[in-house]
């Protein structure tokens, strides 16, 4: 059930929120061995960038944590999941103001933080400096726009040789994103990823099995995950990405049933309200980028899920 409701205007997020307190304060104080790490952190926040250098140290202490989580990664409750960002970084301020900044608020991710917006390299450094700071309050998932080829045609690419006059920050963060986990999964109930369901995987276990340090193939299990949709039609579908599948709702229906979930929470599709449910609530779908390409008109959600597992969104 929904005890709030998120972004009730295009370029506005507003929000009423019961039991907005309580929420656990770890790692808030301050360490000396993080003083570099919140510099960073407060220099991106006013939506300056990193200097090269930095984004390269950043990236060598996100990957020494990223290389140590799993493709299905534990996460706890309370937590907020979040869905696209696509660059746009003022939403991503206005999405902290909201539902708390970290380590204050336990985030989850589903990808596609860059790309399509204009801020993609403030966007993606501020995520990553976060999970660098608080790597047990910030869930960093893989979309299907962490790929090198997707990025340099819908605009990281492009915005990297703009702001920093070469490519080197884009294959920075380009290399990182082959570490990131492609799911989580939320006390054992709700499954989180950024795309969908794939007809070669049947539980959670095989997901586990994928070797993912690698740019997002074009077919096969891992592709699936990144790209597909659910869909009206029952049973396995070819999906009008070009890539992935559609699947029905007696498809999630045997997923969740078979890996004992309660729901599928995934993101990767433009929902006008922020969030859809499907599949008689087998599946909700997140969309975190308000007025999309800054044009398309859609409200923006997160989905804050409390700690006897009720939604809110």
């Known amino acids: 059930h929904f005890l709030a409701q998120i972004a009730l ?72 999941v979040c869905g696209d960002i696509h660059g746009q970084f003022h939403d991503l301020m206005e999405l902290f103001c909201i539902g708390g900044k970290p380590p204050d608020t336990n985030y989850l991710f589903m990808g596609d933080y860059v790309d399509r917006g204009y801020y993609s390299v403030e966007s993606v450094s501020l995520l990553v400096a976060y999970k660098v700071r608080y790597k047990d309050r910030v869930t960093i998932l893989r979309g299907n726009h962490e790929s090198r080829q997707i990025t340099q045609v819908y605009g990281f690419y492009d915005e990297c040789l703009r702001k920093y006059g070469n490519a080197n920050v884009w294959k920075l963060f380009t290399d990182l994103f082959d570490y990131f986990p492609l799911t989580a999964l939320i006390e054992k109930q709700i499954f989180c990823l950024h795309g969908g369901l794939s007809p070669s995987i049947d539980n959670l276990d095989d997901i586990m099995t994928l070797d993912r340090v690698q740019e997002v193939p074009h077919e096969g299990p891992m592709c699936d995950l990144l790209w597909s949709d659910p869909d009206d039609r029952c049973g396995w579908g070819i999906s009008p990405r070009g890539a992935g599948y559609t699947f029905g709702q007696d498809i999630s229906e045997q997923f969740n049933h078979s890996n004992h979930l309660t729901v599928i929470a995934r993101a990767h599709q433009l929902v006008m309200e922020g969030f859809n449910w499907s599949h008689d609530k087998n599946v909700v779908t997140i969309f ?26």
Not at 18 to 41: C, L, N, R, S
Not at 291 to 299: I, S
């Open 288 to 313: 975190s980028a308000p007025n999309y390409c800054y044009r398309c008109g859609n409200q923006a959600a997160i989905m804050e899920i409390d700690e006897i597992l009720e939604y809110t969104l």
């Open 9 to 80: 205007s295009p370029n506005a997020w507003e929000c009423k929120i019961e039991g907005m307190d309580g929420k656990k304060k770890d790692d808030g104080k301050f360490v000396p061995q993080y003083k570099e790490i919140d510099g960073w952190i407060e220099k991106l926040m006013n939506c300056n960038n990193l200097a090269e250098t930095e984004v390269k140290e950043l990236v060598a202490k996100a990957r020494e944590i990223l290389e140590n989580e799993v493709n299905v990664q534990p996460v706890r409750c309370p937590v907020t």
